[in-house]
Nanobody, 124 residues
Framework: QLQLVESGGGLVQPGGSLRLSCAAS????????IGWFRQAPGKEHEGVSC????????NYADSVKGRFTISRDNAKNTVYLQMNSLKPEDTAVYYC?????????????????WGQGTQVTVSS
């Protein structure tokens, strides 16, 4: 069974940090671009960041540039999203996705597999 499992979400104060992890089971991530999307209540999915299969290319939404960093460890079949200087508007459910032919455009329809999501809440 092909699965993506996110972890690392939680409650953090504004200005704090979290690191999300995305582990794959049932398939190897080596040949997939990985995207992180988020969805706040009442809003559509928003692309946050993505990384190419080799790790050589990355892209970030303007709202997170300079604060979030995406990385991957293909040996561990895991992708990470380091989130620093968190703001209340970052509050959302964060989803890890994998796409075999995804571009770096952060389009949700380009991703074939989605995790179940992990809640990130930024609040004092």
């Amino acid at each position: 069974q092909l699965q993506l499992v996110e972890s690392g979400g939680g409650l953090v104060q504004p200005g704090g940090s979290l690191r999300l992890s995305c582990a794959a089971s049932g398939f190897t991530l080596d040949y997939y671009a990985i995207g992180w999307f988020r969805q706040a209540p009442g809003k559509e999915h928003e692309g946050v960041s993505c990384i190419s299969s080799s790790g050589g290319s990355t892209n970030y939404a303007d709202s997170v540039k300079g604060r979030f960093t995406i990385s991957r460890d293909n040996a561990k079949n895991t992708v990470y999203l380091q989130m620093n200087s968190l703001k209340p508007e970052d509050t959302a459910v964060y989803y890890c996705t994998a796409g075999a032919i995804a571009t770096m455009a952060l389009r949700p329809d380009e991703y074939d597999y989605w995790g179940q999501g992990t809640q990130v809440t930024v609040s004092s």
